[in-house]
C-alpha cells in the first residue's frame, strides 16, 4: 500500500488542521491505521490509531480532546483533526498502515508495529 499525506502548514497557536492520508494499492478496510509525529532532534512518537471500520480508536496523552483521528474506507482516506493547536505540537506528520486481516479490530501504538510509512507532512504552530 502507498500513503500520500497532506493537510500541514504554519497555523496559529490555538488553530486547527486537518491532515489527509489517501492509500492506494490494497484494501484499505484491511488494514489498521495510524498517525505519528516527529519534531526536530526528537524520535517518532505516536499520535493516535484507529481500527479498520474505526469503531476503536486510541491517542496519545498530549493529544486526547484535542486531535480526532477518523477514516472513509469508501474513499481509501484516514484523517487527523487537529484542534486548539499548541507549539509543541509542531512536527512532521506520518500516515502509517499495518495489514490485519478482514474485519479485525486492533489499534497499534507504535512503530514498529506499522508496516507501511508516507512521506511525512510538515505542520508547524506558531506561538
Known amino acids: 500500500v502507498q500513503l500520500v499525506e497532506s493537510g500541514g502548514g504554519l497555523v496559529q497557536a490555538e488553530g486547527s488542521l486537518r491532515l489527509s492520508c489517501a492509500a492506494s494499492?490494497?484494501?484499505?478496510?484491511?488494514?489498521?491505521m495510524g498517525w505519528f509525529r516527529q519534531a526536530p532532534g526528537k524520535g517518532r512518537e505516536f499520535v493516535a490509531a484507529i481500527s479498520w471500520n474505526g469503531g476503536s480508536t486510541y491517542y496519545a496523552e498530549s493529544v486526547k480532546g484535542r486531535f480526532t483521528i477518523s477514516r472513509d474506507n469508501a474513499k481509501n482516506t484516514v484523517y487527523l483533526q487537529m484542534d486548539s493547536l499548541k507549539h509543541e505540537d509542531t512536527a512532521v506528520y506520518y500516515c502509517?498502515?499495518?495489514?490485519?486481516?478482514?474485519?479485525?479490530?486492533?489499534?497499534?501504538?507504535?512503530?514498529?508495529?506499522?508496516?507501511?510509512w508516507g512521506q511525512g507532512t510538515q505542520v508547524t504552530v506558531s506561538s
Open positions: 502509517a498502515a499495518q495489514l490485519v486481516g478482514t474485519f479485525i479490530t486492533v489499534v497499534l501504538t507504535t512503530t514498529p508495529n506499522y508496516s507501511y
Open positions: 494499492g490494497r484494501t484499505f478496510s484491511n488494514y489498521a
